[in-house]
Each structure stands twice: as structure tokens, then as C-alpha cells.
């Protein structure tokens, strides 16, 4: 069991940061055979919505968070929800 540090925790981090939230969570199904999605798209306000990944062999629970943003729709006066990966929680299980 290779338990990440402090330093390759960030470091996963700033990796995770730089890509769409479908690519970060495949990315993270990828890296540990045994990871178990904690909760999905949880709402924790009404802009922005959690999903975490716990990663035992790694010893890291990873949060990703998602902001919304409204985008016009074709219609006058309708707007569609957007959402974008905005920041990256990883910390070390207890």
C-alpha cells in the first residue's frame, strides 16, 4: 500500500484542477482498483455540487467541486444550468 504524502497529494491536485470533472473522475477510477464513490453530485448550495472518491490503497479521499453557472438558452428568458470543475480537495483518510 503506497500512501500518497503531502506533496503528491498536492500535486494530484494541481493535476486534477486542469481537466473537465468527466476526465478528473475517470482519472481517479484509474489510479486505485479499489476506490468507492462516496457521494455523487451532492448538493452542498445551491451553485455548486460535490462528488468524493475515496481511494484506500492510496490512502486519499478526493473531493470534486463543481459550480454552476446559468448559460442563455435559445429561448427569450430561459437559461440552462452549466456546470464546470472549479476546485480539488484531496486529503489523507484517517
Sequence with gaps: ??????????????????????????????????????????????????TCYELPSKGVRVTLIEEMTEKADKQPGRFKPEFKLTQVAVEALA
Excluded: I, W, Y
Excluded at 491536485?13 to 476526465?23: D, T, Y
Design 1 to 50: 500500500m503506497a500512501v500518497l504524502n503531502a506533496q503528491e497529494r498536492a500535486q494530484l491536485a494541481q493535476e486534477l484542477a486542469n481537466v473537465s470533472f468527466n476526465r478528473a473522475s475517470g482519472k481517479l477510477r484509474r489510479l486505485d482498483p479499489q476506490n468507492r464513490l462516496a457521494f455523487f453530485r451532492n448538493s452542498q448550495s445551491p451553485t455548486t455540487l460535490h
